[in-house]
C-alpha cells in the first residue's frame, strides 16, 4: 500500500507528485492494468512469448 505523508509546509502539489511516482515505482498501475480483463491461459503464454522475443531482440 503507498502512503504519502504531508510534511509541514509542503504543498499538495509536491505530495501528489511524490505519490506519482511511488505508485509508479510499486507498478500498481501496470498489475490493475493487467488484471482488467481475465485472459485465458494461452493468452497468457502467447503474451509471454512475444514480450520474450521483444526483450531477446532489443538485448542483442
Known amino acids: 500500500m503507498t502512503q504519502v505523508v ?32 481475465f485472459e485465458t491461459p494461452q493468452d497468457k503464454r502467447k503474451r509471454k512469448a512475444v514480450a520474450a522475443r521483444r526483450k531477446r531482440r532489443f538485448h542483442k
Open 6 to 37: 504531508l510534511g509541514e509546509n509542503e504543498g499538495i502539489d509536491s505530495a501528489l507528485r511524490r505519490f506519482k511516482r511511488q505508485v509508479s515505482k510499486a507498478g500498481i498501475l501496470s498489475d490493475v492494468k493487467s488484471h482488467r480483463h
